[in-house]
């Protein structure tokens, strides 16, 4: 009987916490938030989205999907950078797009209207931005996401993920 009421006791803490910011964080269960899905993004358009997110845990990312960033297709290189790859820049090609470089401008705009430059880092599904600040963003609410590329992009989904990292 005992052995049930800490098993149910656990379960519970463990649903209940779920929402909770402490339990995301001692848990790493990153926080992700769907900003939009486009059928279009034309080259060189400033797109801006109204937001509400709020930066729950210690790594803010942005990740953008879309036509042509499937793992198979998209590829990422350092240009300019040492032999520890510090100090040079991402650069992003696909087959989708034959002799072009894949360039996202993103700008996030906090509550207080602080601008914070994203710029691109790595993949995953799709093109993964991190902000190019050193300043600790937890705690902030973010009211606008603006993106702009070089090329037009079809079928796009931009995703806010917060998590707590290692």
Not at 20 to 35: A, C, D, G, M, S
Not at 48 to 68: H, W, Y
Not at 100 to 121: L, N, P, T
Request: glycine letters at 8%; charged letters at 25%.
């Amino acid at each position: 009987m005992l052995k049930r009421i800490l098993l149910l006791l656990i379960f519970m803490g463990g649903v209940v916490g779920c929402d909770n910011h402490q339990f995301t964080q001692l848990f790493r269960n990153p926080y992700i938030v769907e900003i939009v899905k486009l059928d279009t993004i034309k080259e060189d358009q400033w797109y801006e989205f109204k937001t509400e997110i709020k930066a729950l845990n210690r790594n803010q990312d942005i990740v953008i999907e879309f036509d042509g960033s499937d793992p198979d297709k998209i590829r990422v290189f350092s240009r300019g950078s040492d032999e520890n790859f510090e100090g040079g820049e991402s650069v992003f090609v696909s087959t989708s797009f034959p002799n072009k470089e894949i360039i996202f401008d993103v700008i996030v705009i906090d509550s207080e209207g602080v601008e914070y430059v994203f710029e691109a880092s790595g993949l995953s599904t799709g093109v993964i931005l991190h902000p190019k600040t050193e300043n600790e963003l937890l705690g902030k609410t973010f009211n606008k996401v603006k993106i702009k590329s070089n090329l037009t992009h079809i079928n796009i989904t931009i995703k806010w993920i917060s998590y707590t990292g290692k």
